[in-house]
Structures are given as C-alpha cells and as structure tokens.
C-alpha cells in the first residue's frame, strides 16, 4: 500500500512544493484548499490547474475544497472581503501584520485532523498531514510556529481516540523560501514534471489585479522573487512590470531592510567601514594590536573569517591577517578609488566591506597581507 498523506493546498509556493514533494516520495495525496473569504478567487483557480496537470501525468492526487466562509466573515483581516488595503513593503514590517487572519492555521488544521482521521479509519492506513512550516516564517504569522503545531498536535491527540495512526509532517521545519523551492525543483526533476508550469500555477500575492498579475511589491511577493533570484531563476508567474523591473524593485526593498537593521545593529563607526566601504584610523581600531587566541567574524553577519593564528605584526596599525579561513569564501573586488588600483576584500556572504588585501605578507604564508578594519570584525576569545 503507498503511503498516505493529507494537506492544505493553499494555490502559494510552500504548499505546492509540499505536494510535489510528497508525490516524488511516493505519497498518495488528498489536498485540502479552503474557501474563507479571501479576496480573491486566483489561488484556488491555479491550484486547481496543478492538480489536474498532476492527474494527467498519472498522480494518485484528491482535490476537496472547503467552504469556510460564513464561519470566516466573522474575522477582521485585510486579506479578508470587507477587509483594509493589503500593505505593501517588507515581508518582516509591523505592518504586515494587517494581513494575518485569526487563527487561521488552528482552523485549518483541525479540519486537516479531522480529515486525516476519517481517511485513517476508511483506508486502515496510518495518515501523515504535511505542513509547509519553515522556520523562515516570520514572527508577524505565530501560528506559523513550529511550536504551535507540536501543541496543537499534542491537543489533537489528546482529544481523539486512534490518534495514534495520524500525525504531523514538517518537511520544510529547517528550511526558508528558497531552499523550499530548490527542493520543488528537485522533486519535479525527479517526477518528470515540469517546474514551471507548475510554479507559473500558484500565486504569492495578496493582492493581484483582474488579470491575476501581481505587482511584486507586496511583501510575499518580494520575498518570492528573491527566492527564484536565489536559484538564478526567473519565476514563471506573470507580474504588471518586467521581470527585470520587479527584481531590481525586490532587491531594493531587501537592501532598505538590510540596511535599517544595520543602522540599528552597528555602531556609527562600524557602520560607516562595513556598509559603506569607508576606512578607520590606523592605530585607532580596536584590534590592531590584539593578540589574544581566538576568532575573527563579520561584524555585520557573524560569518568567520580568520582566526588569531593567521594574525601577524605588520606595523601598518589594521588588523593584518596572511589567510583567510577555509570557509570564509572572501569575496576579492578590484578598487580603484583614490587613484589607485587595490584589491578590495568583502564579507562573501552579506558584502560587508572588510578592507584591501596587498601581496607585501609573509613569504612562508604565500605573500598576502588582509589589511582589515576592526570596525568591520568582531573578535570571540577563545580558549586553546
Ligand atoms: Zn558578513
């Protein structure tokens, strides 16, 4: 007998990349999608068209719609008919939190329960129900937790008798948008199925015009995009504006956001070296002349870049380091600011600017000499 899976098929990427997921493992699926109200009818008209691809290329997959409408038109959301405008901007913004429903996912999940129990008890199967909670999920959604679904899991099988033949899958528990979608990618890779098609049938946005376009500025939107963009992809979903013009739109609103949260994490200094490329004084930082054991990590990101062994006493009055660790992936851009032409080094994995690299180090170490900022490191004292 193959194995048994229930989920909510909401029409959005983490849900749709569950199901091909589950199908590439070998589940047989019944997708649940919910009728309550929203503003638009889209995601359900797409996931819809994605489970009739799957059933024509042979996929043991059910499709019920639920309609939880009357019950919902009591709830205060802006995702809901009735409800404020859907903001735009930055999915981690306080004002995102117009677009939570009330306990939305509690709802759904019990139907869920409820359902996977009912399929238990005809098939005589044991019945996962997969969830699409990543830990990328932001706190302005707390009934995205994974802690809210262990407790609502150990509510739910406290309240019903064969519980034991049902229970919760998070398959995406460690993962974030992109490498949720990596694994879709994968799956369809593996099922002979076509990513794109498939992807170009969910939708992100909240709020979408009459031809189903989104803008790409809503939060979830910009979150998608960077996702595909992370992946060198280019989403098949059709947007009002270009691809080129809601990706850069994207990374600009990323940048902003990166940027505000360094304000408010670095000091003036630090800030100044690291994000905008600037140096400190030489014999003024405050690891220039520090000797003690232990690591050198980006100040912006936390990422490791040297340890005090490649530290060495170069006089110039920066941190000097002759390599870099293994790890560490310093990105190296030419600088040729000030008249000259320097090799600039970056942080590889935020692009915090760190200093120049020169090839005047020590000859036993290869030659180079990572002249750093202190501004741009922060030191962690370790013992041996
Ligand atoms: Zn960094």
């Known amino acids: 007998m193959s194995k048994r899976a229930v989920m909510a098929l909401s029409g959005g990427m983490d849900s749709t990349s569950v199901l091909v997921r589950l199908l590439a493992d070998g589940y047989k699926v019944s997708c649940v999608s919910y009728l309550y109200g929203q503003k638009h009818s889209i995601e359900l008209e797409r996931a819809k068209k994605n489970i009739a691809y799957l059933q024509s ?28 405008d859907v903001p735009e901007g930055h999915y981690e913004e306080e004002q995102m939190k117009a677009t939570v429903v009330p306990n939305r996912n509690a709802i759904f999940a019990s139907i869920l329960y409820g359902y996977a129990l009912s399929v238990s008890m005809r098939e005589g199967a044991n ?28 509510a739910f099988m406290i309240g ?59 939060g979830s939107d ?38 505000a949260y360094y304000k408010e994490k670095l000091s003036e200094l630090q800030y100044h070296v690291s994000r905008l ?34 530290k060495f006493d170069s006089g110039c ?7 870099e660790d293994r790890r560490a992936a310093i990105d190296h851009v030419e600088d040729r600011t000030y008249g000259m032409v320097r090799t600039e080094v970056r942080c590889s994995k935020c692009d ?7 090839d005047d180090g020590p000859r036993e170490h290869g030659g180079q000499r990572y002249c750093i900022n202190s501004a741009s490191i922060n030191f962690e004292e370790m013992e041996e």
């Open 222 to 259: 910009v979150e998608r995009i960077l996702a595909f963009h992370a992946l060198d992809l280019v989403d098949p979903i059709e947007y009002v504006e270009p691809w080129t013009v809601v990706l850069e739109a994207a990374l600009a609103t990323e940048r902003a956001h990166k940027d």
């Open 127 to 154: 019945v996962s129900i997969a969830l699409g909670v990543h830990s990328g999920d932001h706190e302005i959604y707390p009934d995205c937790r994974p802690e809210f679904y262990t407790a609502l899991e150990h």
């Open 352 to 358: 915090a600017h760190l200093g120049h690299v020169f």
């Open 57 to 84: 290329k042979g996929h043991d997959v059910v499709h019920e719609i639920v309609d939880l409408t009357s019950a919902m038109n009591l709830f205060e959301s802006a995702l809901l008919e009735g409800g404020s």
């Open 317 to 323: 009055g920066w941190p000097s380091f002759h390599s």
């Open 160 to 218: 019903n008798w064969d519980s034991e033949k049902v229970s919760f899958m998070l398959p995406y528990l460690e993962g974030d948008k992109t490498s949720i979608l990596k694994d879709a990618l994968n799956a369809c890779d593996s099922l002979g199925l076509n990513f794109d098609r498939i992807f170009e049938n969910t939708i992100t946005s909240y709020n979408p015009d009459g031809d189903g376009r989104s803008s790409g500025r809503s």
């Open 277 to 310: 490329s600037g140096t400190e004084q030489a014999f003024t930082g405050m690891y220039w002349d520090e000797k003690r054991k232990g690591r050198y990590t980006c100040v912006c990101c936390e990422h490791l870049l040297f340890s005090s062994e490649m």
